[in-house]
Every structure is written in structure tokens, then in C-alpha cells.
């Protein structure tokens, strides 16, 4: 197989960015969650949970809630204005002020014609959706106190909003309040403490839930205006509420971070006096609950501790199938780590900077399993801050280590390098060409005499670099002429393709020669999360969110004959089990059979020469294989090596001295960095 | 009884006072016991009366004068620091007439011919410059408006109160360390609380150090 030095990187101070709201969009299956630092991720639920899409935030940017009409995305803030998303080219497409202050609210009515803003003033705005903006309707009668949140009855008749110390409830027709109903403050609380209605629900059969914050999840009668039931739920508030399609099944979420569970249930077996009742208690996370949605068969839950956990409901899905097991996404499904690997350069992308840092040297020999020790340590050599307000989209360092991009929503920078033993010399290219005005992926070519910029519509602009400025050559368009953006940009070795996938599934593979289209690739159902060309044989490696691997020739344009086997015997069931996605596929220079490969708790070496394993034998037996005497092992190895010892990854490559580079995030380091979590006290503690 | 050696001399109480009454009643008997009582003619009694009364008269009205007086001089006091407070004649004037010079300027512009017009809005771009989305009120005052200042002091203030109601005081909020230093301690294999060592202690000192070192390292190792 062979040994490998590894560098085993953890400077890379990576923090995730907390979950603020969420949506979740029935018809097209997709969750839109909104971070504190007003970044937007779309994550497909029909695809393995893959994070689609990314729209990157602004500093001073703060998103409070999330709605979908239809399938176009709102959100609304603090700065006072609604933003609709343009999400085939990842930007904002316009903002309206809302002039009543900072929002709090956003709720779209079911046959998708108003939108509903609550706002600071105590105003409840209604815009009207057009077909491609929104226009300022009417005002609600003006309450004495901020608007928290609204809800629609599904008729689109009443409105139900929840301020401070009291719900209100809105005839939609003449905007006055019909109902006013008082929420009681906790057992204890002083009596200047106001109680916030943080969450509200208004149902078909005219009930209207409301999770406040001194803990308690009520029941009211909205025709009446009165008080039905009232669960004391937790000590704590009661910050995100979120109920299933069919009314049926009713979640909230608390600050000590628990979920709780009510379903509407008769206690006796007939039908007729059904009540909500508290089922369930999911404990998965350690702080705040923001963010709640209810799918169809499951629980998605998200807040202060930046995890997204998808708890599927056992009642509604298959026991013991993939489908039904717990599912937390950490960390974000692409590369946040650009290796050079010429030089052993490595750059960190953050929301704001970016940072480069050179590897630490070693001459130590030693056994495997050894930790060598340092010549030389890894130092910092630059910290690069974005100028302007919004955040970083992407970069890339281009593999002899000289050039530097990267690009937010309104700009795209390079920047030479010279790097020397101790001098560094950084210049800005001032003049970049004007078609290249954001990017959404970048992607030097590996003699670094060219720079790929993925933009609107799937195509691809290649720029030329010389010694100090860059010439645009051409733009590269897909036949297809689809609308989807670029996630995925890789250029061959020898300079001769480039292959460009899109979110629609689409991969598209450009002759850099001729600068034409050279072929596309048989579009397969899911998304292609990681894809590589290898640099001896010219075939595209292409691996998908639902882990299927794909090899694809580009000389003779149709699947390879290694590729077809695989796909005849199967992939192992441990191996399609994996719930986090492949997010970098390298190759080794010595060894054109093997492949690398790696997702977030193991990195893999598929060596094409052996045969494939079979679906009852252990998928990662390395550490089996190591005990086992040498004429048994040929017998039990096959092509997938699986090393677990490093973990969390965000990134793992093979530079061309034949050395692994591991770049890994531990969790107890982000979790001590975490904000406050309530405090609760457990026995004999 | 005796006199006190400290405090405040005893109030006489009312036997003391009795007794005080009594000897002098007795002294103006014992003085002149035998003689008759003196005389005194009416005239003299009615002059003493009449003197009596416009003495007191007398002592109201100087009091009054008194009174006066002191209220005359608060009163001028207070005029001069007004005085002092207010510009002097001439800056008021001096303002008076910019104004109105301003105000004509302006009724000029909208007086005169396009061409003019042309000229003069270009002026009044120029001296308005620094006043954009201003506009103009009766009476010679301008209103601006910014817009930015207003919207982000309200977000921040918005960002405040949630701030305050999840973090602020009355949540009962213990830090992340605390929540994981609690899973060790109920854990199957109980381990030490988390930074039970704080390992980045004197961080500036340490680089300071570092600095300090490789200054030596080049100065005194002779380098290629």
C-alpha cells in the first residue's frame, strides 16, 4: 500500500456560525437556514441532506426570519428591509425597506398573494407579491409594543400576532385587532418582567399555539379569545415553535436546547375529544433551540450550538434503515482549504479573512504510528481581510503558490505572491476584466497561467495570467443552457480540460484547447458533491451526495470499464450508510490505481487494482488486516482502505512529496468556544 | 440643681420657672414694701404706647426695605448674566443680513431666465453640497436627514433587547466550559473538568519572548 507522512494540521481555528431560522418548503423538499451572520444555506432533503447552495452574509447584516412563497425565498432583519433571493445566481435580488423599523417577523398567507411583516413599531405590514417584486399594501392597526411573530390562519382571513405581554389577534379585511389575550408571566417572575411571545402557530381549527418566554407552550381558542390548555414545558423560554402539514404533530423548542414533542391525540380511542398531548423529548443539542421546522417525517432542529440535526420521527418511517437514523451536519459540505501542492502552502477561508500558512518541516524517520519531531514549525504567513462589508464566497491558491483569488458577491481580487524563505511580497492585480465582476467558484489551471471563474447561467470565464495583470480569453457555456450555479471547478493536469458541475447534477467538461464544449456527462439523479481528472489516465472521478462513485473517460466519452464493475456489484452497505458527503477526491503521483478520498470522519485509498469487496466481508478491516499474517491478508484485502484516525476533517490531499496533508477540527475546541448555555443543575454536582 | 458640665445648658422646667416668677414678685415686693407705687400720669403712659407701636412700625418697614432691596439686586444680577449669555448686537446683525442674503439668492435663482437658472443651480449645488436630501422649510430653516445613523442606532437597539432578554441579567447563564466540565464529571470514566489548566496563560509575554529570541538568533548566529 505504502507509508505516507502525514502532516496533521490544527491550526486552522475554523469556528461554525450559529442558526438563527429556518424554512422548510414542502413542494421542492428543501430547507433554507439562516445563520447570525445573515448567510442563507439551502440543503436538499431528497439528496442525502447535500448543502445545495451557500449565499454568503454581509458584517451588519442579521436575518430574523425566513419564508418561502412558493419557491422563491424571503428573509427579514433587523436593518428593516425584506430580501428576496435570486437562488440560481446565489445574491440577494432586491431588498424593500419596510419603514417600521427592524423586523421581526415575515409569514406568507397559503394561496401565496400577501406577506405579512411584523415590525419594532408594533405595526403588522402586509405587501402584496407580485410577480417579481413586492409592493407595500397596508398597515395593521398599530399596537403599543414590538410584533415578535405572526401567523396566518390558512384561510387567509385572520392574522395572529404575538407581542410583548399579550397575543393579538387581526381580521385580515379591516386590519383591527378582533381579540386581545394576556400571557401570564412565570411562577416568580417580578412583576416588571414582560413575557415575550416568541413563537406563534395559528391552526385550521381555529387554535392558536404560542411558546413564550417564561416556558410555557398555550392553547387558545381563537374564535373566542380564550385560554384553552397551558404546558409548563421548561424553566426556561420557550424560543421556536413548528407544527407538521397535517396539524397533527406540534414541536417546540426551548433555551436549555431540548425539543418537546405534542401531538393531537384523544386519551380514549374514539375520535371525538382529542387533545394535545406532550409525547416526546429530544435532547440533541447543548444550547439554545432558534430554529425548528417539521417535515413529513421528521424533526429538524437548529440553534446556538451551529449544529443542524435532522431527528426523522420513528412513528413515520421505516425502523432501522438509513432513513430513520440521526442525522448532524457539522460542518459545511465544501472545502473551506486550498492546498498548493508544490509548495506546501495552505490557505484558510473565513467568512471575513483569509489566511495562509506554510507546513512545518520534519526529517525524522520513524514507524508507523510515530509522531516526528519539528524542524521547522508551521508559521502564518499571511492574514488577508476582506475589504467592504460582505463576506468571502470563495478563493483558491493556485498550486506553484504564486497567485491568490478570491471573491465575494460585489467584487473578485488577485493577488501575486512571492514567497521566498523568509520574505513575503504580495501585489494586488488592480486591473481585472470587467465581465468578471463575482465568481461563485475559482479554480487556477495547474501550471497557474490561467484562472477559472464560475458565473451565471453554468459557464465558466477563463482568464489569462502573465507576470502582473490578466487578459480575459473566452467564456465557456454549457449546451444545456441551464440556469443552476457552479459548485464544483477542476482543471486537469496537463491543462488540456476543465470539468464544471452545477447543482441541477450537471457536470460539463470544456476542451481548454479548442475552448469548446467537449462533452457532458450522463446526468445522474443526485448531486455531485467532489470530482477530480486524473492526471495519467484522463478520466473523471465524480462521487455523489448519495456516495455512488462514478469514472468517466473523457477520450473515449462513456464510462470506464473499472466504473461499470463497480456499479454491477454494489457499493458496500457500510460505504453508502456514510451520511457525510465526499468533499475532495485527490490522487497519488506514484501510483496512478489509487485514488483519495475523503469525507468528514475517514479518509480512503481506492486502489483500482484490487477486487472490489464484498457486501458481508468489513468494509474498513485495515487495522484487522494488520494482525493477520502476510498470506492471509492478500485474501482479505480489497480496493477500499479506510483510515479513521483522524478526526473531524475538514480537508485531506497528497502533495507531490508523497506526504498527506490532515487538516482536522476537533469539536471540544469549538465547543469551549460556544456562547453561554442556560445553567442547569444536575444531581450530586 | 446643678449646672450641667457639658451639652447644652438645661432648659428650665416649669417648677424652676414658677420658682424664677415667684422671686422676682417677691424681690419687687421686698424692694419697695413700705413706700406707695409710683406714679405715672396718663400722658406719659399713652407717649410710651404710641412710641411702643411706630417702633414696631418702624422695624416692619425696614424690614420690608430690606426685602426689597435684596430682591432689586437678585434681579439686576440675574439681567447682566443674561446679558453675558446672549451674542452681542453685532453677530445677531451679522447673521440677520447672511440670511437674508441667502433667502434672495435663492428667490433669484428661481426668478431669472433658464440659462441663469443653469448658472445659479450650479452655485447653490455647490454651496448645498455638503447638504444633500435636504429640504427646505418655511422660515429659513433646512432639514436633513440621515438615514443610515437612524436605522443602525435602531437594529442596535433591537440587537439589545434580545441580547438582554436571552443573555442578559435573570437568564442564568453559566459558560460552555461549566456544561462541559459537567459531562466529565458524570461520565463512565470521570476525567478532569475542561481548561482545567489555562494553557494560553500570558500569551503577549510568550510572543514577546519569541520576538526576542529570534532578534538574538539572527544577531549573534553568523546566517548564510
Known sequence: MGEFTVHR???????????????????????????????????????????EKVIPGREGGSIEALCWVGLRLFSAGLSGEIIEYDLENLQPKYTVDAYGGPIWAISSDNKETKLAVGCEDGTVKIFEILKDRIQFQRNFERQKSRIMSLSWHPSGTCVAAGTMNMIRIFDAETGHSAHRMLVERGVGAPRKSEVVVWAIIFLSNQTIISGDSAGKVQMWDGITGTLVQTHLITKFDVLALSVSQD???????????????????????????????????????SHDVRALAHTDTAVVSGGMDTQLVVRPLLDRVEKNTKESALHKILFPHRSLVCCAKKSGLLLFQFPDHLELWRLGESDGHGKPGDSLPLKKKPEKLIHLKRKGEDNIWCSALSPCGEWLAFSTISSVRLYRLQIHDDD?????????????????????????????????????????????????VHTLKPKSGSRQPVHLLYASDDGKWLAAANTGGEVHVYNLEKMKCHCKVPVYSSCPTALAIHPVSQNLVMVHADQQIFEFSLEQKEYTRWSRNLQKHGLHPHWLKRDTPVTHVAFNPKNPAHILLHDMFMFCIIDQSQPLPDPQSQLSNQMTLKSVPECERLKHSHAFKICKTFQPLLCATLLDDQSVVVVERPLEDILTQLPAPVQQKKFAT | MATRQRGQPARLTKKQKNENAVKTFVSAFDSSEDEGPEEVTFEDSKAEALQSVEQALQSARREKDLLKEKRKKRQELFQEQKKRKLLSDEVLEEIDSSQKSHSEEVQDASVTSQDEVLHMDEETKQENEKLENSRKLIGNYKVTVKPSELASS??????????????????????????????????INKSAAVEFTKKNWAEKRKSKAEMKKMRWRHKHIPSS
Open chain 1, 424 to 472: 513575503i511580497c504580495m501585489s494586488k492585480v488592480s486591473k481585472l476584466p470587467k465581465i468578471l465582476h463575482n465568481a461563485q467558484q475559482l479554480c487556477f489551471s495547474s501550471d497557474s497561467s490561467k484562472l477559472f471563474a464560475s458565473c451565471s447561467h453554468s459557464s465558466v470565464i477563463v482568464v489569462s495570467l502573465s507576470q502582473s495583470e490578466c487578459k480575459y
Open chain 1, 9 to 51: 494540521v490544527r491550526f486552522f481555528e475554523y469556528m461554525p456560525i450559529a442558526l438563527r431560522a429556518m424554512a422548510y418548503n414542502h413542494r421542492s423538499e428543501r430547507l433554507a437556514v439562516a445563520r447570525t451572520d445573515s448567510s442563507v444555506e439551502i440543503f436538499n432533503f431528497s439528496d442525502n441532506y447535500y448543502q
Open chain 1, 247 to 285: 396539524e397533527s404533530s406540534l414541536i417546540a423548542g426551548t433555551s436549555e436546547g431540548t425539543v418537546v414533542q405534542f401531538q393531537f391525540l384523544s386519551s380514549i380511542a374514539d375520535q371525538q375529544n382529542k387533545d394535545w398531548v406532550r409525547t416526546r423529548t429530544f435532547k440533541n443539542h
Open chain 2, 154 to 187: 435602531q437594529q442596535k437597539m433591537a440587537e439589545d433587547f434580545i441580547q438582554s432578554r436571552l443573555y442578559g441579567p435573570g437568564s442564568r447563564r453559566t459558560t460552555s466550559n461549566q456544561l462541559l466540565s459537567l459531562h466529565n464529571k458524570r461520565a
